[in-house]
């Protein structure tokens, strides 16, 4: 069983490589096939270790570092959590391999796509199923790397490079905390094992678990895209369509949220550290969904409603519900994985364009992907009785459970915002699919391979709710079983319950209603100050350029001018010239005239007689 | 007596030198010279060196001094012409001027100093035997030498100052 | 005793700088040859009243060897003005300026 949980990352990592170093002399079902067949195999590995999950699987691959007081394994663990998780990705990244392969389909770089895809598959998975700090460090930054390479696919297009490095940059500087809260961590432990520090955080003092804690959610904030490190996803929407599929749904925003469940022993000791991981959560979710209700690029809403639902899953950890995130990631994983390929289709469809407004009725082009995405709209939404509308419940439910004023406003926030994306989402079925085609592309043809992954999605996403039906359902919470973690089931009286479930179906329905009556019969009003500033993200990006990058820009310039230029450069001409000018003065010692070469001979009398005298005084 | 001809003697000499070195007319300048050197002559004569003081006369003034004449009025060395005026003019007197000025107060200053130069120079007188016996027993090699030099120093004049020859005219067999 | 050393080193000095003005300041050969004549009468100057002063005669011995080895110097240098005149038409010591540079 080693073995196989040793295989898990390392198919994938074994199909990046072959298809990075061979990949274009292979031919190109060749290169799709090695690349989808690694992460099938991680899959299938990932079943093969499932019964040792319980007691956690643990292995050893190799001493990495070793140095002083440091050493570092790479070792794999295989606990309940990683295993729910790297099934998940395995799963969803295996069914995007098969769709990538009918996408790419005219693509000529396809060897370096299907590497860059494999890579980030082996780096999540080494995220997921790490034992100790480094390791996910490393995993972190290679889904960072990777997910700079595959924005930025079509480099030769220059917003698609500043995308891709703009996402890299800003990722980066929540690694920047990530990094010192691990440091910190090292330092006061001694070790960085997961397992050895979350048994061991009652350790610390308060506020050093707060600090830490804080670090940590800094780093998930980066890479989750959580305020106030968001603003590089919706930008992300440049690279392929599988990858925002991939990366910006299921696997590396998730990253985040998974970093605080698996250090959730350390992160819950601290109350304050909690709150304002809620809080953020919070935030996120409203700001995103309000967004979300201007944007005019299809996958645009789709990555501003990525943001909202992983600002739900950060204020399910946040107030205190592991299982509540969990649950929430796996059924967003698959539906909007599923949306988001989906909206591939219908790019393709409408002949590469991405304005919703220039869509319409596709219903009648394509019913196979009218009916697929309307089940993951459905879920976003909230629909009763599918899966997100069961790991929606858990969060808004625990929220409310708590009872005091800070969470009962979390819930008002968290209803507001469930109101807004099933606003949004139904916004964007009915300008894709309802009424006449407004744009003038002529229909065009769908890979096979585009529409034969997505059926198997939309049922996960749909059924998604068997994975913690609650009691008043019939169901047993697996999930929160699975998990270890049977405080997070919640004991409510019944009619709060029902008052709940009717709050959320009331809301769905009410946000449905007011989309019907703006957006059946769609005609594009005019731009108001409001729907601009929403469409441009509350002016963040201009915000963070004013406040960091205008002055980082002032500074390189003055680095290079003043610095550069000015101040080395000058030293270097500065020597040479006073050299220049030195020789040019004492040219005159060489101009041939005697007599001043009989002075020199006096001068130097001068200098010895000189010399004596002022031996002889003293 | 003997301390007031030292400095009518020394008064002498330096105006003599000083003349000497300002005249525009090298036959003058030297002839200066030969006033200066005369008047060192007696000095050497006053300091006990009566030998010295002949051969001062003989050599200096007598041989070499008229080697300078000879020269002088063999080149044909006609003063007055406008770009021989003497010296390079006051913007070069100057700095010339001053130099040797500070170079003569850092020696005046090291003499000063020193304690040994304010005893008297005794009246004594050296014997034509005794310098023969300490130039031709102590200094017989330095002599030798001395000679060599002499030999080779006409060799050396001779060659440098033979006449060019002239180049043969085109002439056939 | 007739004059203290010091005197006599004094009239050396004296001497010895006016020869060093002649050899700088003077533009003609004949006149720097002259110069250094001065110079060395001088210190010829200062070693006879040294020798006098510690009453032993190797100063004076001194003087001797300096006046052959005068004798030989400027008849070798007054040969090279001689041969100087004749390939540059003058004595001016401006005309020789061939280590310029």
């Known amino acids: ?618 | ?173 | 005793m007739i004059v203290p050393l010091g005197h006599v080193l004094i009239l050396s000095t004296i001497l010895f700088f006016l020869g060093l003005v002649c050899v700088l300041a003077r533009r003609n050969l004949i006149m720097i040859l002259i110069g250094v004549e001065i110079m060395l009468n001088a210190v010829g100057l200062a070693l006879v009243g040294a020798s006098s002063f510690w009453q032993q005669l190797d100063g004076q011995v001194f003087v001797i060897f300096l006046m052959a080895m005068t004798s030989a110097e400027v008849s070798i240098s007054l040969a090279m003005v001689v041969y100087l005149q004749r390939r540059k038409g003058t004595v001016d010591v401006r005309a020789f300026d061939e280590m310029r540079g």
């Open chain 1, 1 to 618: 069983m080693e073995l196989l949980l040793a295989l898990i990352p390392l198919l994938p990592l074994c199909g990046g490589v072959l298809n990075a170093c061979w990949g274009s002399r292979l031919s190109r079902p060749v290169q799709a096939i090695i690349a989808s067949g690694a992460v099938l195999g991680s899959f299938l590995a990932t079943l093969g270790c499932w019964s040792g999950a319980g007691t956690g699987v643990r292995t050893t691959l190799f001493t990495w570092l070793d140095s002083g007081g440091f050493s570092a394994q790479v070792g794999l663990l295989f606990d309940p959590l990683a295993a729910i998780m790297a099934l998940m990705v395995t799963g969803v990244a295996g069914l995007i391999h098969l769709y990538a392969a009918g996408y790419m389909e005219e693509e000529t770089d396809q060897a370096r796509f299907f590497a860059l895809l494999n890579l980030f598959v082996f780096a999540m998975l080494c995220i997921v199923l790490a034992d100790n700090l480094l390791l996910m460090f490393l995993g972190w930054e290679g889904v960072g790397f990777c997910s700079y390479g595959l924005i930025g696919f079509w480099y030769q297009k220059t917003e698609n490079a500043i995308a891709g490095r703009k996402a890299f940059i800003v990722t980066r500087i929540g690694d920047l905390f990530f990094t010192v809260g691990v440091l910190w961590l090292f330092a006061r432990f001694g070790t960085i094992g997961i397992e050895a520090i979350n048994g061991r955080a009652a350790e610390l003092d308060p506020t050093t678990i707060t600090i830490i804690s804080l670090l940590l959610l800094g780093g998930a904030c980066g890479k989750s895209a959580q305020l106030p490190l968001m603003t590089w996803l919706p930008d992300a929407m440049a690279g392929p369509t599988p990858v925002s599929a991939l990366i910006h749904a299921a696997t590396m925003v998730t990253a985040g949220v998974y970093l605080l469940c698996r250090m959730f022993p350390l992160v819950s000791l601290s109350p304050l550290a909690m709150g304002v991981v809620a809080i953020i959560g919070a935030l996120t979710a409203f700001y995103a969904a309000t967004c979300a209700l201007t944007q005019r690029e299809i996958k645009r809403v789709l990555a501003y409603s990525t943001m909202s639902q992983i600002g739900y899953m950060f204020l399910a950890v946040g107030v205190g519900s592991v299982s509540a995130a969990m649950f929430h990631l796996l059924t967003h994983a698959f539906f909007k994985a599923l949306l988001f390929m989906g909206a591939g289709c219908l790019i393709n469809l409408a002949g590469h364009e991405n304005d919703i407004f220039l869509m319409g009725g596709m219903r009648q082009r394509s019913p196979a992907v009218f009916w697929l995405f309307l089940a993951g709209i459905f879920c976003l939404a909230g629909a009763p009785l599918t899966g997100g509308f069961f790991s929606k419940d858990l969060i808004l439910a625990s929220a409310f459970a708590r009872g005091d004023f800070f969470h009962l406003a979390l819930y008002g926030i968290g209803i507001l915002t469930a109101g807004i994306t099933a606003l949004y989402s139904f916004r964007l079925a009915y300008l894709v699919f309802a009424g006449d085609y407004r744009g003038e592309e002529l229909p065009h043809d769908l890979p096979r391979l585009m529409i034969w992954t997505l059926p198997l999605l939309a049922l996960f996403g749909l059924g998604g709710g068997l994975l913690n039906l609650p009691h008043l359902f019939g169901g047993h919470d697996w999930l929160s079983a699975w998990l270890g973690r049977e405080s997070d089931i919640l004991e409510l009286p019944v009619a709060q319950e029902y008052l709940l479930l009717g709050i959320a179906v009331g809301v769905f329905l009410l946000g449905w209603l007011l989309a019907h009556l703006r957006y059946y019969r769609f005609a594009e009003g005019e731009s108001t100050r409001i729907s601009r500033f929403l469409l441009a993200g509350w002016r963040f990006d201009a915000f963070y350029d004013l406040l960091l990058i205008r002055p980082f820009r002032w500074l390189c310039r003055f680095c290079w001018q003043g610095g550069d230029l000015g101040l080395i450069d000058g030293l270097v001409e500065g020597f040479a010239k006073t050299s220049f000018e030195l020789g040019h003065i004492t040219r005159f010692l060489a101009d041939g005239r005697i007599s001043r070469y009989l002075q020199g001979f006096a001068w130097g009398l001068l200098l010895i007689v000189g010399w004596f005298l002022l031996l002889a005084v003293r």
């Open chain 2, 1 to 173: 007596m003997a301390t007031i001809v030292f400095y009518i003697l020394g008064a002498i000499a330096i105006v003599a030198t000083l003349l000497s070195i300002t005249r525009n007319n090298p036959v003058h300048a030297v002839i200066y010279l030969v006033n200066s050197l005369f008047a060192l002559a007696l000095l050497f004569y006053l300091l006990g060196a009566p030998l010295v003081a002949a051969w001062e006369v003989i050599i200096y003034a007598g041989a070499i001094m008229v080697l300078f004449l000879f020269i002088i009025m063999m080149l044909e060395l006609a003063p007055g012409k406008k770009a021989d005026r003497f010296g390079p003019g006051w913007a070069q007197w100057l700095p010339i001027l001053l130099l040797a000025v500070a170079l003569g107060a850092c020696t005046l200053l090291l003499t000063g100093l020193d304690s040994a130069g304010a005893e008297g120079v005794p009246r004594w007188y050296a014997t034509p035997r005794d310098f023969g016996y300490t130039l031709f027993k102590e200094y017989a090699l330095a002599v030798e030498i001395v000679s060599f030099q002499l030999l080779f120093a006409a060799v050396g004049a001779f060659y440098v100052g033979k006449p060019e020859r002239k180049k043969r005219a085109r002439g056939g067999v």
